[in-house]
Every structure is written in structure tokens, then in C-alpha cells.
């Protein structure tokens, strides 16, 4: 038998099979911490904005990757750069433990666009007064539904959601009435995110104050809302966040209450998940994975639609691949990973590592389709 044993792995090594499968193997580095999961930073991206000496990143709440390589970010303003910013460190904004929320900015350049080099190729400064007397944009997407792909932007101190064409050139909607919170089919109370159905019809998680969710038909007509204050079932304490899986089930993170909920499409209560300590955003994967920011443990949780945790990654902290105040992230189609960060004052881009488990990796948003199963 040993004789059989050895003659096999003879014949193996001299078909050159062995040395293939050593030499697929993901070579083990030595030491390290796995700070950032499956996924390593890019760490040249974005690069800083040419002719900004002096200025640095505000606190950045948006991003949304179009493509790999058109991904727009959102930024509450820029920054006096600290005198000791540290070298090589363009896009963070101060010392350790100084957030990028402090400090008085200035509302310029609040909508960029990058390329998948990190160049920023695009600015609408154009808009830059719009967000004036506010504190600056909040949370950015395109509807998957939508083939003229308009670009929604959020803005919560200003009680308002705007819809530009994707260009940037033409401002086609307006919701809300400026800087007037309420809680009526006209206004809001601090608007925070979006989330759309094939159809176009889409809800708004209002928000800060409103502790509520906003039906829309694909024309901004107001259909219904749901939610008030408590933390019972249907009852929310800052809305932070919507995404919808392919069942047509709507995930609000219920920030301040620790929680995810999820309602049908009309309302109706149906679940939530408790003990998620900070919920900022929510991504729905096509396979049905729920991807959660938390901005108190500074991880990315995945959970399957049971609401079970399945993994989990991040570290708090102001090195490349530290997260401090995650605020929204977003996957291009090649897979690279962008996540925007408040207090940090930056956004970073990760791109899956060499051999990662596909399975830890976040996949591609979920697109429904007309009728889904």
C-alpha cells in the first residue's frame, strides 16, 4: 500500500500537477492583523484635488460607484489641512481622534466625480450654493431601473431630495421645501436615503427627526408614509437608511433603536433584527446577502435574510483600511469596495484580495425584476 501511496505522488509531481497546486495556493504573508477582511486599500485613491494646498476633505457622508470608473463622492465641504497632517496622508483630515465633522468648512466641491484611477475628472460646482446654510449633502445613488441613470442626492439639513440628470447639466426634481421641515406629503424632517422598485416607485427614510418612511410614485407624486416615535414594532428612532430585497421587503436601519426593520411594500410590519448597535446603510446583494455598515463598532456585517450574522470585518481607527464613522458604501462591477467615512474625512476604496473567499466578499446590488418569485 505504501508502495502504491508513493508511486501515486511520484506520478503526480512528475505530470507537474503538485507544482501547480502549490503554486495556486494564496501565498501567507507573515504577521498582520486582517484589518480590512477580505479586501485590500488602494491607497492612491482618490488623489487630492490639483491647485488645493491647504485645504483638505471635509467630513464625506456619499458615495456611489456608477462604474469603476465613474464613482461619485459627496463631501460636506472642505477643510483647512492641520498644520500636522500627516505626510502621504492627503485625503484624511487631522490628527488621530480629530474628526472631519469639527472645524469650519467652507461648502465647495461637495460633489466630485472619480475615475477608477483615483483622478477626480469631475466637479459640480455648479451646485456647490445649493447646499448653502446647510451642512452639505448627505447620501448619493442612481436608480438600477432607470436607464437614463439620474443621480439622487439627499440632503438632510436642508430638508430635501434632489433628482439631476447624469451629467450633472440639468436639476429635474425637487422634493421638499428649503430648509422647512414637516411631516406632511410636502416636507420632511431630515431626509436620509433612497431605495427604488422596478416600477420607479421608491421610499425616502425620513429621517433625523421624522421618524418615518415616505412612499413616492416614479413621479414624485406622495403615496403614503409609516412610522412614528417609540421603539415598539413600526415605531423608529432615526431613520437612517432603505434598501429593498427581491421580495419586495423594505430593510430600514432604525439607527438610534439599534435595529433593522423590514415592512412589505405598503407598510405592514414584518421583522427586525435587534442588537446592531449603529446602523448606517444597508446593501442587498443579488444573492440576497444584507450588508450593514455600523458606525458605533466601525464593521461591515453580513447577515442572510433570517437576519443571522454570517461574517464580519472592520477595525476603528484613522489608518488606511481603519474605518471611523462609515456613513455609506457602495460596489462597482469589477467588485472594489468604496466606503464613505464622516469622521475620518475620506473615502476609501478596497479591492478584493488575491484568492479571497467569494462568499466574504460583497456582490453586486440586487436588481428586481418586474414580478419576482
Not at 54 to 76: D, K, Y
Not at 101 to 121: N, P
Not at 223 to 229: D, I, R
Not at 334 to 360: C, H, I, M, T, W
Request: glycine share 12%.
Amino acid at each position: 500500500m505504501r508502495v502504491l501511496r508513493e508511486s501515486w505522488w511520484m506520478g503526480l509531481v512528475a505530470m507537474g500537477v503538485i507544482g501547480w497546486v502549490i503554486l495556486a495556493l494564496p501565498i501567507q504573508e507573515k504577521g498582520g492583523e486582517d484589518e480590512t477582511g477580505p479586501y485590500e486599500v488602494v491607497d492612491t485613491w482618490p488623489r487630492p484635488l490639483p491647485g488645493h494646498e491647504g485645504w483638505t476633505w471635509g467630513s464625506t457622508g456619499g458615495v456611489f460607484a456608477e462604474s469603476a470608473n465613474r464613482v461619485f463622492i459627496l463631501q460636506r465641504g472642505e477643510l483647512p489641512a492641520p498644520q500636522d497632517l500627516p505626510a502621504g496622508s492627503p485625503v484624511i483630515y487631522g490628527a488621530p481622534g480629530r474628526p472631519a465633522t469639527g472645524g469650519k468648512s467652507r461648502l465647495e466641491h461637495c460633489i466630485l466625480i472619480a475615475d477608477a484611477g483615483g483622478k477626480i475628472v469631475d466637479t459640480w460646482t455648479q451646485y456647490d450654493p445649493m447646499f448653502s446654510g446647510g451642512r452639505g449633502p448627505h447620501k448619493i445613488k442612481i436608480s438600477p431601473y432607470d436607464p437614463e441613470k439620474h443621480v439622487w442626492i439627499i440632503d438632510d439639513n436642508l430638508q430635501q431630495v434632489f433628482k439631476f440628470t447624469n451629467d450633472g447639466k440639468k436639476l429635474v426634481m425637487t422634493l421638499g421645501e428649503r430648509g422647512v421641515p414637516g411631516n406632511d406629503d410636502k416636507h420632511f424632517g431630515r431626509p436620509t436615503d433612497i431605495a427604488w422598485l422596478p416600477d420607479g416607485t421608491f421610499f425616502i427614510s425620513d429621517g433625523y427627526t421624522n421618524t418615518r418612511v415616505v412612499k413616492f410614485d416614479k413621479n414624485g407624486k406622495f403615496l403614503t408614509s409609516w412610522g412614528k416615535p417609540g421603539t415598539g414594532p413600526g415605531e423608529f428612532n432615526l431613520v437612517h437608511a432603505v434598501d429593498i430585497d427581491a421580495r419586495k421587503r423594505i430593510y430600514i436601519a432604525d439607527r438610534s433603536n439599534s435595529r433593522i426593520q423590514i415592512f412589505d411594500e405598503n407598510g405592514k410590519y414584518l421583522d427586525e433584527w435587534r442588537k446592531i448597535r449603529m446602523p448606517m446603510d444597508i446593501l442587498i446583494t443579488a444573492k440576497q446577502d444584507v450588508w450593514v455598515l455600523d458606525g458605533a463598532t466601525n464593521k461591515i456585517l453580513k447577515y442572510d435574510l433570517n437576519g443571522r450574522l454570517l461574517y464580519s470585518w472592520g477595525t476603528y481607527g484613522q489608518f488606511s483600511g481603519d474605518l471611523w464613522g462609515g456613513h455609506q458604501m457602495s460596489v462597482d462591477q469589477d467588485g472594489n469596495l468604496y466606503v464613505a467615512e464622516v469622521y475620518n474625512g475620506r473615502v476609501q476604496k478596497f479591492r478584493p484580495k488575491r484568492g479571497a473567499e467569494s462568499s466574504r466578499l460583497i456582490g453586486q446590488p440586487v436588481r428586481l425584476t418586474a414580478s419576482p418569485k
